[in-house]
């Protein structure tokens, strides 16, 4: 039973995960509007479209804004419920609401009792025709009490429901790191006690670690079809991570192109600690120094507040542990695997 538990606990990491990144539903907002122009001194009426909303549920009237900046609010003359996912609202755009005469991008923000407040990034363009009116006035905003939701992810726009890929494509590459990174202690292991276990069990994890990025690139792609019309955009980190799987892949032909398990042990061993070098600079450094589709570019940090809220930490870190766990259990087999082969060929490689 002592061998079993961390078993045990992988398949109920890896069922939660799966379970809840599946079924936990997204937090309400707002999803589009089919307008996205106006002008300065004329009405603009457009249709608001809630995603997983529940607008006619709201016993007090359903409040809109346009937002500039951080202080200018236009509050909407009128709002009308059309159903749980769609309004309809006027906005009469005041003659002058910037400085100079020039487009100007706003955002949306819609405040209902049943669903909170949500906002849509620039939303409607204003052209601005009249320099010489007088600024209009802000409005005043103060949001209704929202209402608990239970457990929900945070809707973001172009992600939409793609935002659960974060549970499976990003878990797979943590795992892969971590056997990498225990492929080569394993290594260094080698050389110093020049024990074969050791060699083998660097190779089952690092071979375990290349299935995962493999996946990772997988998961990524797809992922990447949905967000960035394509599935290989020859984004930088895309880039990184399929040149580190070819890295090693290189290490498992190096391996295999010798006969002598001496020699495949110690010339894969040396080999192995050079290749976990590049990890660093390639799934580190160089994406982070240059500009990427993903997040933690241009020297932010990725997984921050912006990308990761703590309702998607609930699920997020359990995969990690959950795949890194299973990949443990897959190296585990693989090498008893191997150790078995050896042990069959009658080859007393494996002895201590």
């Known amino acids: 039973m002592r061998s079993l538990w961390w078993k045990i606990l992988c398949m109920i990491l890896m069922v939660y995960a799966i379970v809840a990144g599946m079924l936990f539903p997204l937090s309400p907002a707002t999803h589009y509007i089919d307008v996205s122009s106006g002008e300065t001194g004329k009405a603009l009426t457009f249709n608001v479209f809630g995603y997983n909303t529940n607008y006619s549920q709201s016993k007090k009237p359903i409040r809109a804004w346009l937002k500039k900046g951080k202080d200018f609010y236009l509050c909407a003359s009128d709002v ?97 790191m971590i056997f990498l990174l225990t492929s080569m202690i394993y290594s260094i292991m080698y050389l110093v006690k020049m024990n074969i276990r050791y060699s083998i069990i660097a190779s089952e994890f690092a071979r375990v670690g290349v299935l995962f990025g493999i996946l990772g690139l997988v998961t990524g792609m797809m992922w990447a079809k949905h967000t960035w019309g394509a599935y290989w955009n020859w984004d930088i980190r895309q880039n990184t991570a399929a040149i580190q799987v070819l890295i090693y ?10 006969d002598d398990m001496e020699k495949k042990a110690r010339i894969g061993a040396v080999y192995n600690i050079f290749a976990f070098a590049t990890v660093i600079p390639l799934m580190f450094v160089i994406p982070r120094l240059s500009s990427s589709l993903h997040p933690g570019t241009g020297g932010n940090p990725a997984l921050g507040s912006n990308d990761l809220d703590n309702t998607m930490r609930m699920v997020f870190y359990p995969a990690i542990i959950g795949f890194t766990l299973l990949g443990v259990w897959i190296t585990s087999l693989f090498t008893r695997l191997q150790l078995v082969k050896m042990k069959y060929l009658d080859t007393d490689e494996f002895e201590d």
């Open 80 to 176: 009308k419920v059309v159903s749980d996912r769609q309004l309809t609202t006027t906005f009469q755009i005041p003659e002058k609401i910037a400085d100079n005469p020039q487009s100007v991008n706003l955002m949306l923000i819609v405040d209902s009792e049943a669903d909170g407040h949500s906002v849509l990034p620039g939303a409607v363009t204003i052209k601005q025709t009249a320099s010489n009116a007088s600024m209009a006035s802000s409005c005043q905003v103060d949001y209704l009490e929202e209402e608990n939701q239970g457990i929900t992810f945070p809707f973001r726009n172009i992600l939409e429901e793609t935002i659960r890929s974060l549970y499976y494509h990003v878990p797979l590459w943590f795992a892969m």
């Open 249 to 258: 892949l290189a290490y498992f032909i190096l391996r295999d192109s010798f």
